[in-house]
């Protein structure tokens, strides 16, 4: 039972253009959202998070974007650079901190 | 943040045999779990690693197959025992160092021939 799901395998953007992840989630209890971006041969390196009583939070180009009602969160990134290339997984929590569920992962591909 | 060391970031292994992956933390944590990434596969979590108890093991994993050891707040291993190539994969240690972010090593790859 995949509690956190990332529908879209891949994604391929232009260089410049708005990158749109999007990641959807089946369990109401999950307090906290956290985007991950995954380079082959490395360990995932934490991007951006976001907690149940926010709606948006803004790191530089990257935003990410929270759905309650929906339970759809969604990255975006703006531009889209060609070092964004990467596979990014979605990861939801509660505020416990003691189980962290992962979604499939995006692999995006950024054109120069 | 916490900066995460895993040995050995790569193995290739014999079919039977058993490896052990060990995973250092600058700082203490209470939370340290063990992932697994199976090629074009998702992240999905072995086990918690709990100091001065047993490992909490997550359904599909036991501990004969995958003991974890956890010795003090900055320290664990995980064996993958009795190897099979299905076992190939990327195992990776995280922690949870304070504000709920959860940090990643970067990953011991594993070949099982």
């Known amino acids: 039972d995949q509690q956190v799901k990332q529908n879209s395998p891949s994604l391929s953007v232009q260089e410049g253009r708005i990158s749109i992840l999007n990641c959807d989630y089946t369990?109401?209890?999950?307090?906290?959202f956290l985007w991950y971006k995954k380079y082959p041969a490395e360990g995932p390196t934490f991007l951006i998070s976001?907690?149940?009583?926010?709606d948006k939070n803004e790191d530089g180009r990257f935003t990410v974007f929270l759905n309650k009602s929906a339970k759809h969160l969604s990255l975006h990134i703006v531009p889209s650079q060609p070092g964004d290339s990467a596979v990014y997984f979605c990861?939801?929590?509660?505020?416990?901190?003691?189980?962290?569920?992962f979604g499939s992962g995006t692999k995006l591909n950024v054109k120069p | 943040s916490a900066v995460i060391s895993q040995k050995p970031s790569r193995d290739i292994c014999q079919r039977g045999t058993s490896l052990t992956i060990q995973c250092q933390v600058d700082?203490?944590?209470?939370?340290m779990f063990w992932y697994r990434q199976q090629p074009g596969q998702s992240l999905t979590l072995i086990a918690t690693?709990?100091?001065?108890?047993?490992?909490?093991?997550e359904s599909g994993f036991v501990i004969d197959k995958f003991p974890i050891s956890r010795p003090n707040l900055t320290f664990s291993t995980l064996t993958v025992s009795n190897m099979s190539p299905e076992d190939s994969s990327i195992y990776l240690c995280?922690?949870?160092?304070?504000?709920?972010?959860?940090?990643f090593g970067e990953g011991s790859r594993l070949t099982v021939l």
């Open positions: 995280s922690v949870v160092p304070g504000a709920g972010e959860l940090f």
């Open positions: 369990n109401s209890m999950f307090d906290y």
């Open positions: 976001i907690s149940s009583i926010k």
């Open positions: 990861a939801a929590s509660k505020y416990n901190f003691n189980k962290f569920y």
């Open positions: 700082s203490q944590v209470t939370m």
């Open positions: 690693a709990n100091q001065g108890s047993e490992a909490t093991y």
